[in-house]
C-alpha cells in the first residue's frame, strides 16, 4: 500500500470490535459499539506534530472518514479529531 495523508490527516487501521468478553461470553451483534474509536496510526501528513505511525490512537467518533484499500478498511481522520494516545 502506498497512500501518503496530506497535511494534518492520519491515516488509522481501526481495530476490530471484541467479539467475547473477558470471561469468554460472546457478544452479540446487538451489543457491540457502532463503530470502534481507535486503532493503530499508519501514515501521518507532512503537517502532523503529535502522533507518529506505529502508535495506538482513540479518535471521535464522527470525525473520520472511511476507506478501502485492497480489500483492508481505513480512516482518515483530522489530526485534532485524536484524542488520545495508548
Avoid: H, R, W
Avoid at 32 to 37: E, R, S, T
Avoid at 45 to 52: I, L, P, R, W
Amino acid at each position: 500500500m502506498n497512500i501518503q495523508p496530506l497535511f494534518d490527516k492520519v491515516l488509522i487501521k481501526p481495530q476490530k470490535a471484541e467479539e467475547k468478553t473477558a470471561s469468554g461470553i460472546y457478544i452479540p451483534d446487538t451489543a457491540k459499539q457502532d463503530k470502534p474509536q481507535f486503532g493503530e496510526v499508519v501514515a501521518v501528513g507532512g503537517n502532523t506534530k503529535v502522533v507518529s505511525s506505529g502508535q495506538k490512537v482513540v479518535f471521535a467518533k464522527y470525525g473520520p472518514t472511511e476507506i478501502s484499500i485492497e480489500g483492508e478498511d481505513y480512516l482518515i481522520v483530522k489530526e485534532e479529531d485524536i484524542l488520545a494516545t495508548l
